[in-house]
């Protein structure tokens, strides 16, 4: 299905293969809204590795289509997919991580939002050297969230988190300097903060090079493109620049960077994740306004015993104990009545939501994306309480005519008997950030559905958030 016209493999591990054709044969492969797309993507990488290096080891994958730099995927953890639950269900408990090969140290403080300096305090490292195997505790006291004690003023929670009042406001979405005991104020983690302060306040363009151009790209990186960070102003990173532009009117849309682009991307990075705190919830609000905290893993994932698109394990075939129930009783009945359902898509970590929306973004730009999936935390996929249902009438596609069909139409008027809501309803993107998705079901429990089918809203007007 991909075919790579050639390969090349770097000093570090890297294996770099070529893409064949132009970049819009390839934004085919992505069109419309099937999201197991990219996984089939992965499964030629691995194919064609697999068949063509079977004896080379390798940490990373990096897919190019000429200067295109079009994914960059870590292959051990490719190849370990099936046992990476288990690793992660470890952290949760005792607050350590299993270095794996292909680790770095910068990789894993990024990872769980934490400093270098701070990580190799409490591991007691003297340097930067890890090895895979290693244990290593993740300080869990720089959850990013300050709680306002009495007496306590902005400037001074700024002035201890080495951050503006200004840049509070924004990551806060504050309106005035006003705080009260007992609020929460998010504190970005100070990798962000690195990245957005050395931003240069000079001009810099095509053809330029050095540490302020790798310092542009790691703050488009940190919006969710994913472009190398070589130092290199190439056409790669002013296409992004562009891209970015192009969603602010206020912005010349030139490819340049300069001080107006370095006020939006420093605004746009701090806006970008407002995490929620009650994500265990079942009415947790996860949007593109709130997401998730990039470490959350619901507790209780199964399995749900209803029928799917597919037969093979997979992360995505994964719900919430309470709603994997919820769920086979809507498909039991809804068999009864002769209308079958098949699932598509549930749980999706958030390593997962970081690859799918990097490849979109690469190929169709930032807004594209944006419309169509969720940047990493956004989507409420992470809470393991939504599931994509598709039927044979529509090819089995997450498509907008699955409303027109029987099989929709039941999903539509019956979910909220058993606790779910069809989560994107249409006309209300303004409201939910999304386009209609009558695949997309969403559990918030019996009663609650019931009052929101009522009433017909979406969980954004029910929790009166907007
Ligand atoms: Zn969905």
Same mark, same amino acid.
């Given at each position: 299905m991909y075919n790579f016209i050639g390969y090349k493999i770097e000093s570090d591990s890297t294996l770099i293969l070529y893409l064949e054709g132009d970049l819009s044969e390839f934004a085919k492969e992505f069109? %419309? &809204? @099937? @999201?197991n797309k990219s996984e089939r993507f992965e499964e030629g990488i691995l194919n064609y590795v697999k068949n063509n290096m079977p004896n080379i080891k390798f940490k990373t994958v990096k897919v190019m289509l000429g200067p295109l730099l079009i994914a960059s995927l870590p292959f051990s953890s490719m190849q370990a997919e099936a046992s990476s639950n288990v690793e992660k269900a470890q952290i949760q408990q005792d607050e350590a991580y299993i270095v794996k090969s292909g680790d770095t140290l910068y990789k894993i403080a990024n990872k769980f939002g934490v400093d270098i300096g701070e990580l190799k305090e409490i591991n007691n490292l003297s340097n930067n050297m890890i090895y895979p195997g290693q244990k290593l505790i993740i300080p869990q006291? &720089?959850?990013g969230i300050y709680i306002v004690k009495y007496g306590d003023t902005l400037y001074e929670i700024s002035a201890k988190y080495n951050i503006s009042v200004e840049e509070l406001r924004i990551h806060n979405k504050l309106v005035s300097n006003m705080i009260y005991p007992g609020d929460e104020i998010y504190i970005p983690s100070s990798d962000i903060l690195q990245t957005i302060h050395k931003l240069s306040p000079g001009i810099i363009r095509l053809g330029h090079n050095g540490e302020d151009v790798k310092r542009v790209q790691r703050a488009l990186n940190t919006l969710g493109y994913i472009i190398k960070e070589s130092g290199e102003y190439d056409k790669t990173t002013e296409w992004a620049i562009k891209d970015f532009q =192009?969603? #602010? #009117?206020? &912005?010349?849309?030139?490819g340049v960077y300069g001080p107006n682009t370095r006020e939006y991307l420093i605004k746009a990075i701090l806006s970008d994740h407002r995490i929620?705190?009650? $994500? =265990?919830?079942?009415l947790v609000v996860v949007n593109k306004e709130y997401s998730l905290p990039f470490d959350y893993e619901p507790e209780n994932l199964v399995i749900p015993s209803v029928r799917f698109t597919f037969e093979e394990y997979d992360e995505k075939k994964l719900l919430r104990h309470d709603s994997a129930s919820a769920l086979k009783e809507l498909f039991i009945s809804a068999k009864k009545e002769g209308v079958i359902l098949y699932a598509q898509s549930g749980y999706r970590s958030y390593d997962r939501q970081r690859q799918i929306f990097g490849i979109k973004t690469m190929t169709r730009g930032m807004t594209e994306a944006n419309r169509f999936s969720a940047k990493a935390g956004e989507s409420e996929h992470q809470t393991g309480l939504a599931m994509d249902i598709t039927s044979e009438s529509v090819g089995f596609r997450l498509s907008q005519n699955f409303g027109e069909t029987k099989e929709g139409k039941w999903l539509k008027e019956n979910s909220y008997k058993f %606790? $779910?809501?069809?989560?994107y309803p249409k006309g209300k993107e303004r409201v939910t %950030?999304?386009? #209609? @998705?009558?695949w997309h079901i969403r559990y918030v429990g019996k009663d609650i559905a019931k009052e929101i089918d009522d009433k017909e809203l979406t969980l954004e007007e029910y929790m009166n958030i907007k």
């Open positions: 069109n %419309g &809204l @099937e @999201e006291n &720089l959850k =192009s969603q #602010y #009117y206020k &912005l010349m849309n030139d929620v705190n009650n $994500f =265990s919830n079942t %606790g $779910f809501i069809i989560r %950030g999304y386009q #209609y @998705e009558p």
